[in-house]
C-alpha cells in the first residue's frame, strides 16, 4: 500500500469516526428529559469529545468541521449546564458539522461562510451579524477584549493562533479583526500588514491591542486606518471610539451604562 492509498484509508476511517463521535455528542446533551438542564459532567464530556474533534478534522483536511467545533467551543465558554436554549443551539452546530461529514468532502468558501454566519449563539446580542475575531494568546486579555464586544451586543470568535486567523478570516469574513500586538509566531503587526496586503481580505478592518508607547516603531508603520487601543483603564472607552472610528455602531446599553 502506497502513502496516497494509506491517506486515503485513513481519512475514510476519520469520517466514519467523525460520524460516530457526533452521534455520541448529541446523545450526551439530548438524554435527559425535555424540561431538565443538562448536567454539568454531561457537558464537560461533550466539550472534551468536541475539542477532539476539532483537532482530528483540521488534520484531515476538514478545516470546516474544525472552524464549526471552535466556534461551538466559543459559544459554550461560560455557558451553565442549566441555560434552557443550551440543546437546541448546539443541535444546530451538530447538524451543520453532520451534513459536511456526510458529503465527505470540504464546501464551497461561499457555502461555508454562509454556514457560519447561520450559527446561533447562546449570548444576547443587539446585533449578531457584526462578527469581531480576537486574536491573543493572552486568556486574560482575550477575556477583557470578549467582554468588550459582548457589551457591544457584537459575535466574538476568539483564536490564539494568527495563522489560523487568516483562514479563518477568509472563510468568515469578520467585520473586525482586533488582535494583540505579541503573538506566537508571527506578532499583530505582521497579523495586521498580511491582511493588508491580500485583495481579498484588505477590506477587512481591523484593530491593534498593545501595551506599546505610541511612538513604537511598529505602531507608527501601521495604515492611519488601524485604530490602537492601549491595555489599561481607558480600554473600554478606547475600544468603543475605535468601533465608531470604524463604522461600527456601538451598542445603545454600552453607551447608557458606560
Same mark, same amino acid.
Request: glycine share 6%; hydrophobic share 40%; with cysteine.
Given at each position: ?25 448529541? $446523545? ?11 448536567? $454539568? ?8 469529545? +468536541? ?5 482530528? %478534522? ?15 467551543? /466559543?459559544?459554550? /465558554? ?14 444546530? !452546530? ?7 461529514? #456526510?458529503? #465527505? ?6 457555502? +461555508? ?14 446585533? %449578531? /451579524? ?7 494568546? $493572552? ?14 451586543? !457584537? ?5 490564539? /493562533? ?5 483562514? &479563518? ?14 503573538? $506566537? ?9 498580511? +491582511? ?34 492601549? +491595555? ?6 478606547? &475600544? ?19
Amino acid at each position: 500500500m502506497d502513502a496516497n492509498e494509506i491517506i486515503a484509508k485513513l481519512a475514510v476511517e476519520f469520517l466514519e469516526d467523525a460520524r460516530d463521535r457526533l452521534e455520541r455528542m448529541e $446523545s450526551m446533551l439530548n438524554d435527559t428529559a425535555e424540561s431538565a438542564g443538562v448536567s $454539568s459532567e454531561a457537558l464537560q464530556d461533550f466539550k472534551r469529545e +468536541l475539542h477532539t474533534l476539532k483537532g482530528q %478534522a483540521g488534520s484531515f483536511g476538514f478545516s470546516s468541521v474544525s472552524m464549526i467545533a471552535h466556534h461551538l467551543e /466559543d459559544t459554550l /465558554d461560560g455557558v451553565e449546564p442549566s441555560q434552557p436554549d443550551l440543546r437546541p443551539t448546539v443541535n444546530r !452546530y451538530i447538524d451543520a458539522m453532520e451534513s459536511i461529514i #456526510g458529503q #465527505g468532502q470540504e464546501p464551497d468558501q461561499s457555502v +461555508l461562510q454562509e454556514t457560519l454566519r447561520a450559527l446561533p449563539t447562546l449570548r444576547a446580542e443587539a446585533d %449578531a /451579524d457584526v462578527l469581531i475575531l480576537i486574536v491573543s494568546a $493572552s486568556r486574560a486579555i482575550t477575556k477583557k477584549l470578549r467582554g468588550e464586544v459582548e457589551a457591544q451586543g !457584537y459575535r466574538s470568535v476568539t483564536l490564539s /493562533d494568527p495563522f489560523e486567523a487568516f483562514r &479563518f478570516v477568509a472563510s468568515s469574513r469578520p467585520e473586525c479583526v482586533v488582535c494583540s500586538a505579541t503573538l $506566537s509566531g508571527i506578532s499583530g503587526f505582521d497579523l495586521i500588514h498580511g +491582511l493588508a496586503s491580500m485583495p481579498n481580505l484588505r477590506d477587512v478592518q481591523t484593530m491593534l491591542v498593545t501595551s506599546f508607547d505610541r511612538d513604537h516603531p511598529d505602531i507608527a508603520a501601521l495604515p492611519d486606518s488601524v485604530p490602537v487601543i492601549e +491595555l489599561g483603564p481607558k480600554m473600554s472607552d478606547q &475600544f468603543a471610539q475605535a468601533l465608531a472610528q470604524l463604522g461600527l455602531k456601538t451598542s445603545t446599553h454600552s453607551a447608557a451604562t458606560g
